[in-house]
């Protein structure tokens, strides 16, 4: 299994990314996807799920409205739109496939730095 994030970078507050994670080694359409966030100091949170088919979303309170997670299985991809950034949204970003009672496969991550 391998998971590839790219799209991070540094924007100013009020701005937008587009992460994207590229996923091989096992059946992308069955697997619900997630993305996480590890600030600096921080504990890992989750910040978005979506179901296998792409028909079910989830988010952290404090993304709601500005982050949107979606996926094409065509292309065995998933992406996280990120609009209205705040400081607080700096972060690694992560991609993350669960495989079984409390396993995961992760990706190497995806820096995002929200600053002025």
């Known amino acids: 299994v391998q998971l590839v994030e790219s799209g991070g970078g540094l924007v100013q507050p009020g701005g937008s990314l587009r992460l994207s994670c590229i996923a091989s080694?096992?059946?992308?359409?069955?697997?619900?996807m997630r993305w996480y966030r590890q600030s600096p100091g921080k504990q890992r949170e989750l910040v978005a799920h979506?179901?296998?088919?792409?028909?079910?979303?989830n988010y952290v309170d404090s993304v709601k409205g500005r982050f949107t997670i979606s996926r094409d299985n065509a292309k065995n991809t998933v992406y996280l739109q990120m609009n209205r950034l705040k400081p607080e949204d700096t972060a690694v970003y992560y991609c993350?496939?669960?495989?079984?009672?409390?396993?995961?496969?992760w990706g190497q991550g995806t820096h995002v730095t929200v600053s002025s």
């Open positions: 993350n496939v669960p495989c079984g009672p409390g396993g995961a496969y």
């Open positions: 080694g096992f059946t992308f359409s069955s697997y619900s």
């Open positions: 979506i179901g296998s088919s792409g028909g079910s979303t």
